[in-house]
């Protein structure tokens, strides 16, 4: 077997409420039976990412996570149609790191689960030069999603996620190994 893929798991959401922790643990327990994923997670509550997009011991940090990673996943919630400013910030923060490497997303919100968020943030990873996986995992209604445990027997959820997975590890190898046989020209 390969070397397992660097995951990257970027915890959006920043508000004191928030509900990323639930469905990031649900998440992260499903990535702990794909041995092809070395997974870490930043959460971007934890990360002090400055909005003037200035360069901090934290941000050459954050970069260098970025750099040594083969992909990434997004939990994101959805505040007015649209995903959280601490995701932008990071998203801003870097550009060649997230330059030729596949981006997957988890959603949560009200009746959209999140959905305008993910359409958005695909048009931003695009012009990061990104590969944006078409498999999305969404919870609408997610509060109703999670029993007390944390676990969900929202199928379609569950569903999606083994296909993101799949899609994830599938162009985080064919990126990792077209990245050393020709580096990417952005």
Request: proline share 6%; with cysteine; charged share 25%.
């Amino acid at each position: 077997m390969d070397t397992p893929l660097r995951l990257e798991v970027i915890v959006a959401s920043t508000r004191p409420e928030r509900f990323a922790p639930v469905v990031a643990d649900w998440f992260l327990g499903a990535l702990a039976s794909r041995p092809e994923f070395d997974t870490g997670v930043l959460d971007l509550r934890e990360l002090p990412l400055p909005v003037e997009l200035t360069e901090t011991p934290q941000v050459d940090a954050f970069r260098t996570r970025l750099a040594a990673a083969d992909a990434f996943a997004v939990i994101t919630s959805e505040y007015n149609h649209g995903y959280p400013a601490s995701l932008k910030t990071a998203l801003d923060s870097a550009k060649h790191e997230w330059r030729a490497k596949p981006i997957g997303f988890v959603s949560y919100g009200g009746l959209s689960g999140g959905l305008r968020a993910v359409e958005q943030l695909r048009q931003v990873v695009a012009e990061l030069h990104m590969v944006s996986v078409r498999e999305s995992v969404s919870f609408a209604q997610a509060k109703r999603r999670f029993e007390a445990s944390g676990a969900t027997t929202d199928g379609a959820a569950i569903d999606a996620c083994e296909r993101m997975l799949n899609q994830l590890a599938w162009w985080g190898r064919t990126l990792r190994t077209a990245r050393a046989v020709d580096p990417y020209p952005g």
